[in-house]
């Protein structure tokens, strides 16, 4: 039966540093139990900058102001409909 692991950001994060400062992949794959493609996958994925978590929380952070200024937008013109009858 196969098991599977989920990684840790930061442990990936560890065991790519380990390969681009020249470890090689089949001692890092022997010492983390862990296949040889699956660290090509990570460097690839660290070299295209998707490993970076403070990239990926400013874009989280603006979608999320963007949505509160909408927000904000909508409650104000309700409030104004519902007080413009009664200031009649």
Do not use: C
Not at 60 to 87: D, K, S
């Amino acid at each position: 039966m196969v098991t599977y692991r989920t990684h840790s950001i930061e442990f990936k994060r560890q065991v790519v540093q380990e390969f681009l400062s020249g470890e090689t992949l089949h001692g890092l794959a022997k010492r983390h139990e862990l296949p040889r493609n699956l660290i090509r996958i990570w460097v690839q994925k660290y070299e295209a900058g998707s490993f970076d978590e403070d990239v990926a929380a400013a874009d989280t952070m603006q979608t999320y102001e963007a949505r509160i200024a909408e927000l904000e937008r909508l409650v104000r013109r309700q409030a104004l409909e519902i007080e413009f009858p009664r200031g009649l």
